[in-house]
């Protein structure tokens, strides 16, 4: 563990946590993609399947059920809270997703350190989670209107992922035989993904303006 890979598990934390006060005090999931949380559901429970069968410390557990517990409920909110999907806008959030998991799955099956099928499922978890973001951001720039929560716990979701980064560099230079290609390059096309929402928010932050992304 060190200042990067804490700040990373942090960032990621207080994104979920952003979303869920959004979600359970306001009752409003407006402007955030179903599709993308679904895709996070999925990210958690290939990534996660060692959770009873391989401990590693009380914190790396907590965090697993955290991420398990928060991303299956806020599905379970969109899909099925009687308020609370009333704000899901349907129409607007039509990226077809389901699209995504398959050549992860197969680039996961030709591409991965050891082929046993935790190793598989892992691998394939990294690649999903590098696109997972995607529905989201399609649905930003078909909103003209996104709201402050949802645009703080985007910049949150990228910002994790930069700090994993500085996490790995730091590694490579700290730790003997540090290399793992497989996670530094789906990670970087994750953090890449974020570019251009990065500049917008940014850009709106300096400005004091609302939020929008180019259509």
């Known amino acids: 563990m060190n200042i990067f890979r804490l700040a990373g598990d942090m960032t990621h934390l207080f994104s979920v946590l952003v979303l869920l006060l959004k ?7 407006a402007g955030v993609s179903l599709k ?7 990210v958690f429970a290939a990534r996660y399947l060692d959770i009873f069968t391989n401990y590693i410390s009380l914190y790396n557990t907590v965090m697993k059920l955290i991420f398990l517990g928060s991303s299956f ?27 995504l998991i398959l050549p992860c799955l197969l680039l996961a099956l030709l591409i991965n350190e050891k082929f046993t099928f935790k190793e598989v499922m892992w691998t394939f978890s990294l690649y999903l989670e590098a696109v997972a ?30 700090l994993y980064i500085l996490n790995w560099v730091y590694r490579y230079f700290t730790e003997p035989h ?16 974020y570019a251009d929402f990065f500049y917008y928010y940014f850009q709106s932050w300096k400005n004091n303006q609302k939020l929008h992304l180019p259509a």
């Open 133 to 162: 973001i995607l529905p989201q951001l399609v649905l930003l720039q078909r909103t003209r209107n996104i709201d402050n929560l949802t645009g703080q716990y985007v910049f949150l979701l990228g910002a994790y992922r930069a």
């Open 23 to 29: 979600i359970h005090t306001i009752k409003s999931c």
């Open 178 to 193: 540090f290399v793992h290609w497989i996670t530094w390059v789906s990670g970087l096309v994750q953090t890449l993904l």
């Open 36 to 42: 993308t949380q679904e895709l996070y559901a999925l």
């Open 73 to 99: 409920s806020i599905v379970w909110y969109m899909r099925y809270h009687k308020i609370v999907r009333r704000s899901y806008d349907k129409d607007q959030d039509t990226f077809r997703h389901y699209f």
